[in-house]
């Protein structure tokens, strides 16, 4: 008899980069995480924790490498839309409502899913059963983090995303946070917790993440900080289109962000930026080369505005 195959992962990160402020942050990550897995992310602060779950929510594209769920990359749009229903997401935002009760605060989200009845159990488990019809404003720190844990035992979606979930809790909070993630896990369900301080997770899968050190500064940073709100970079593929956006006045315009992930491939401005913003008024532009949803291109950041700037000349 052929050996049994064993079951496919439930989601896939297979050369996982992801970029944050045109910064790579996270770099080749593979994991595979099959139902009733954990993984625990740690790492220093800006090591890239909350992005790699902010991915896993969606809400940033991976640079390069995908992540597949049952098989499927997460970013395609028919995908995605059945991946997030499968998606609870935790984060320091808790998202309270002041003016609603503690019931009221959970009982909402489960309405939303069309569920009913959960509400109420997962506000006693959580232990604020006698604050159930209390003003959310009411609560504490650790009171409004155990309301969090109460919908998403309400809510109850099979792929939980903690951050930082025992920032704080008491002992006992922390207990009970072990014991919900055990009892999901138990139903098959995933959990991903980025955190700093220990948690008991059985069996968990761990990912330390490597400390990031900021990299040096781009050129197009560079202009950010001198120019605050007021600088724009444009981008441009030909001198045409450069000349077409200055009639437009497009040097004046508020910072355009470039669409879609960005990785900055060679910067030839880098070393002499500073130096010259000062000894070369009359240039025009400089340019960072980059690749986006996998074509290259370039920035032309147009220096005009830079010039008019008091304090380079
Ligand atoms: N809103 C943002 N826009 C641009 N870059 C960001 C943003 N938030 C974080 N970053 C950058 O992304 C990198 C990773 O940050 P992230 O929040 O993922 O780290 P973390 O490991 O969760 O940190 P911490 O332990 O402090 O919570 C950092 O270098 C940070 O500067």
Sequence with gaps: MAPLKPPPPRLLLNGVSCMRNAQAVLRDINVSVHDGTALVLTGANGSGKSTFLRMLAGFSRPSAGEVLWNGHDITSPGVF???KLQLNWMS?????????????????????????????????????????NEKARMLSMGQRKRLQLARLLAIDRPIWLLDEPSVALDAEGVKLLEYIIAEHRKKGGIVFVATHLPIEIEDAMSLRLPQRFP??????DLASDVLGEVACFVDFMNTSDLCAGCNKGALNAPLISPQGPLEVLSDPMLEV?????????????????????????KIIFILQTIRSSPDLR
């Design 92 to 132: 320091l935002k808790d998202a309270v409502k002041e003016k609603l009760t503690v019931l009221e605060n959970v009982q909402w989200f489960e309405l939303l899913e069309g569920k009913h009845g959960k509400s109420a159990p997962a506000i006693e488990l959580m232990g604020l059963g006698r604050l159930m």
């Design 215 to 220: 990299r040096r500064k781009t050129l197009v």
């Design 273 to 297: 930026a500073g130096p010259l913003f000062k000894t070369r008024p009359n240039l025009e532009d400089a340019s960072v080369e980059y690749v986006r949803n996998g074509s290259r291109s």
């Design 81 to 83: 839309q059945q991946y």
